[in-house]
């Protein structure tokens, strides 16, 4: 939709709206673009999670899908420009269209999140945090001796995450440090694998969803198992998109296999916990 320069637009097309809110809950502001796919997806699930029965009691949503922004797998490898200052003008676009509490369904630009935070006084949903809190409570339901907050050290029980992610992501120990902060530990896929998950990435950008892209999904993730993961986490929002309408049969079956966290799934269910909460959102919002 409207990149920073010409604004960002609602959620329902218009691009009209006050800048600011009378609504107890906050006006969220999504920097998205990173696919635009992914973007409109999460949109879509952030639509789900809010508990709303008319129009009303749906969330003010401003969304930024701007898919000029510079490739972060390419800036993480140093071949090409930060991300950073494009999403900080982003941020301010958000900022002055009237959002007061902002998100990025994108998991590789959150290494670059600090310039979002910088850029404006608003609170910033983390994602990574977001995925890793899911996480932690489906690890508890397995094993229910682990707390979904617990403090770092040795935690009986299953402990284990698989990460589905980008290699940016995965190399830039975003959600090592985040599971970490909880006593679990990342399983990363081996170097074949990883190479996997990207070209399912790719494949899933350029409009490749069927069954195939769902097959080498579940491939994955299976694979991860075999390395004694105990949950899985899609950390690259292009995935999620491979599972809605695959979940009557076959690895995503409900109770089928180790638990799975969606990330988009994750960062709308916090953003509405954020908006719910109003002003001053927790858990997974940062203040710069």
Same mark, same amino acid.
């Given at each position: 939709?409207?990149?920073?320069?010409?604004?960002?637009?609602?959620?329902?097309?218009?691009?009209?709206?006050?800048?600011?809110?009378?609504?107890?809950?906050?006006?969220?502001?999504?920097?998205?673009?990173?696919?635009?796919?992914?973007?409109?997806?999460?949109?879509?699930?952030?639509?789900?999670?809010?508990?709303?029965?008319?129009?009303?009691?749906?969330?003010?949503?401003?969304?930024?899908?701007?898919?000029?922004?510079?490739?972060?797998?390419?800036?993480?490898?140093?071949?090409?420009?930060?991300?950073?200052?494009?999403?900080?003008?982003?941020?301010?676009?958000?900022?002055?269209?009237?959002?007061?509490?902002?998100?990025?369904?994108?998991?590789?630009?959150?290494?670059?999140?600090?310039?979002?935070?910088?850029?404006?006084?608003?609170?910033?949903?983390?994602?990574?945090?977001?995925?890793?809190?899911?996480?932690?409570?489906?690890?508890?339901?397995?094993?229910?001796?682990?707390?979904?907050?617990?403090?770092?050290?040795?935690?009986?029980?299953?402990?284990?995450?698989?990460?589905?992610?980008?290699?940016?992501?995965?190399?830039?120990?975003?959600?090592?440090?985040?599971?970490?902060?909880?006593?679990?530990?990342?399983?990363?896929?081996?170097?074949?694998?990883?190479?996997?998950?990207?070209?399912?990435?790719?494949?899933?950008?350029?409009? #490749? *969803?069927?069954?195939?892209?769902?097959? $080498? +999904?579940?491939? @994955?993730?299976?694979?991860?198992? =075999?390395? &004694?993961? #105990? *949950?899985?986490?899609?950390?690259?929002? $292009? +995935?999620?998109? @491979?599972?809605?309408?695959?979940? =009557?049969? &076959?690895?995503? *079956?409900?109770?089928?296999?180790?638990?799975?966290?969606?990330?988009?799934?994750?960062?709308?269910?916090?953003?509405?916990?954020? *908006?719910?909460?109003?002003?001053?959102?927790?858990?997974?919002?940062?203040?710069?």
């Amino acid at each position: 939709m409207n990149d920073a320069g010409t604004g960002p637009a609602d959620a329902d097309g218009t691009g009209s709206g006050d800048a600011g809110s009378s609504d107890a809950r906050p006006v969220v502001g999504v920097l998205g673009g990173m696919g635009p796919a992914a973007t409109w997806d999460f949109c879509l699930r952030l639509h789900r999670a809010t508990p709303a029965k008319r129009d009303q009691e749906h969330l003010h949503v401003r969304v930024d899908c701007d898919p000029s922004v510079p490739d972060r797998n390419a800036a993480a490898a140093g071949a090409g420009p930060s991300p950073g200052p494009h999403l900080a003008r982003m941020a301010r676009g958000l900022a002055a269209a009237g959002a007061e509490l902002l998100c990025m369904p994108c998991n590789t630009a959150h290494a670059y999140a600090d310039a979002i935070r910088s850029a404006t006084s608003l609170p910033f949903v983390d994602m990574i945090e977001a995925t890793i809190m899911d996480a932690a409570e489906a690890l508890r339901r397995v094993a229910p001796d682990v707390a979904p907050d617990v403090t770092p050290g040795p935690t009986p029980g299953a402990t284990r995450i698989g990460l589905l992610a980008t290699t940016a992501t995965v190399r830039s120990g975003l959600y090592h440090r985040a599971a970490e902060a909880r006593g679990l530990t990342i399983v990363e896929p081996d170097a074949n694998d990883q190479d996997r998950v990207m070209a399912l990435v790719y494949a899933v950008k350029a409009g #490749e *969803a069927g069954a195939d892209a769902r097959a $080498e +999904l579940a491939r @994955l993730a299976q694979r991860s198992c =075999s390395q &004694g993961a #105990e *949950a899985i986490v899609l950390g690259c929002t $292009e +995935l999620p998109i @491979l599972i809605d309408g695959a979940e =009557s049969s &076959g690895p995503w *079956a409900a109770g089928a296999g180790p638990p799975r966290v969606g990330c988009s799934d994750a960062l709308a269910r916090a953003v509405v916990r954020a *908006a719910r909460a109003g002003r001053e959102p927790r858990p997974a919002a940062h203040r710069p």
